[in-house]
């Protein structure tokens, strides 16, 4: 991947995460536990509304 398409994908990534939890997350590992937990919650909500 060229370098300035790369830093472009780390500075969204940054923002993306201080939105989430207020902070970049420490690894993939924390990030994917997030992601899955956000979406079992959105998914709750919609369930809920049918």
Known sequence: ???????????????????Y?????????ERLETLFQLYTEMKGKEKGKK
Not at 4 to 15: G, P, S, V
Not at 21 to 29: L, Q, V
């Open 21 to 29: 939890i207020g902070r970049r997350f420490k690894n993939d590992t």
């Open 1 to 19: 991947m060229p370098e300035d398409l790369r830093a472009a994908h780390d500075c969204n990534d940054e923002t993306l995460e201080r939105i």
